[in-house]
């Protein structure tokens, strides 16, 4: 089976600090994507890897970056904290040409404080 | 660009009635469609998906959806829901070839004995 892990499932920081959110993929997929979903607003695209060291910004990219230096981990950085950004963040990857089928992690609940 | 409507944020059942979830999408261009399930405390789940072919899709656990190319739907049905199918349900849409994929903003399913 196909296994996305994301280092924590819950998360309370306070503003204005650096927060990194790790996700790992074992099934060697080319593509991984940061999410963030809030109620009534479904899942937005933060920004997503389509290979070591390739990143595209999504759709709500301010506020956040990304690393991927390794092919399994992706992780996605908040510079500096702020309350807006409490909310779920699922990671999800893909194989390049398996149309677009994503496989999630179970997410990270984040609170800023 | 893409879109995805799922007009229906909470749509309650008794068990063992039938149940659809309603979506529709826009694109310029010829789609790929999914329906993701997300139960409780957990990360998405592919529920079904349509790439080409018979327009009538299925899932293992009773689900189908009909892709209808005229009226730009792709609206999830089941015959007889179980307590066990209380999720939240995501429609989401690709463009042929692109990494990204657009959700709707979600529907919630709550089934009661």
């Known amino acids: 089976d196909v296994k996305v892990t994301q280092s924590s499932r819950y998360l309370v920081k306070r503003t204005g600090e650096k927060v990194f959110l790790e996700c790992v993929q074992d099934m060697d997929h080319e593509n991984m994507f940061w999410y963030r979903q809030d109620p009534g607003l479904g899942l937005r695209l933060i920004y997503f890897s389509y290979d070591v060291k390739m990143k595209e910004k999504g759709d709500i990219p301010e506020g956040y970056s990304v690393s991927r230096e390794k092919k399994e981990r992706f992780s996605l950085i908040l510079e500096s904290a702020s309350t807006n950004q409490t909310s779920m963040y699922l990671c999800a990857s893909s194989p390049r040409d398996h149309y677009n089928e994503q496989f999630f992690g179970p997410g990270t609940r984040l609170t800023v404080l | 660009a893409q879109s995805v409507t799922q007009l229906d944020s909470q749509v309650p059942v008794f068990e063992e009635a039938p149940v659809e979830l309603r979506c529709n999408y826009s694109?310029?261009?010829?789609?790929?469609l999914f329906w993701y399930v997300q139960y409780p405390n957990q990360g998405l789940q592919l529920l079904l998906k349509y790439l080409s072919g018979s327009t009538l899709v299925e899932s293992i656990n009773g689900f189908e959806a009909e892709f209808n190319k005229s009226q730009t739907s792709f609206h999830l049905r089941k015959p007889s829901v179980h307590i066990s199918d209380t999720a939240e349900y995501f429609c989401a849409v690709t463009g042929g070839g692109g990494n990204k994929l657009t959700f709707g903003t979600g529907t919630q399913l709550k089934v009661e004995l």
């Open positions: 694109s310029s261009v010829s789609v790929y």
